[in-house]
């Protein structure tokens, strides 16, 4: 008696190494960024593609906020060509970093999406932090 788990025979060896290696080249998680920027090892630039508003609300901290459909040449000129992009949206409901991944991969610039999102974050206990508007955080002063 097989379950749905076993119906379909598990690849070999060789092709569930070729395909998880190949995993690591579009993917990072939650936990590696997390230990790159807290053992100041970034050497990527983390892009949260959600809309300004979401970004305010609350990112995580050394992100800059290009939503995705923001995402052209102009936007990213002061970045050199060979800068990794890591991207991410608000987790896995979203197809955020798929979309901001194509138009990074068009636009010739080296990609790996931060698989979970904000929500991935937040499991792993991260915090967010919100935006200051130093506007408004002046005029309380």
């Not at 070999?12 to 998880?20: I, K, N, P």
């Not at 698989?115 to 002046?138: H, M, N, R, S």
């Amino acid at each position: 008696m097989s379950s749905a788990v076993s119906r379909v025979t598990a690849a070999s060896s060789d092709r569930a190494l070729a395909h998880f290696s190949r995993l690591m080249e579009f993917e990072t998680d939650c936990w590696d960024v997390h230990h790159a920027i807290s053992n100041q090892k970034q050497d990527f630039i983390l892009v949260d593609v959600r809309g300004n508003e979401l970004y305010s609300k609350g990112h995580i901290a050394g992100s800059v906020n290009i939503p995705h459909t923001r995402l052209n040449d102009k936007n990213l000129a002061q970045y050199p060509a060979d800068t990794l992009f890591v991207v991410y949206c608000a987790g896995p409901h979203c197809n955020g970093t798929e979309k901001a991944a194509i138009r990074l991969a068009k636009l010739g610039r080296p990609v790996k999406k931060m698989i979970g999102g904000v929500t991935g974050w937040l499991d792993e206990g991260f915090e967010l932090v919100p935006q200051i508007d130093y506007a408004q955080a002046l005029d309380k002063v």
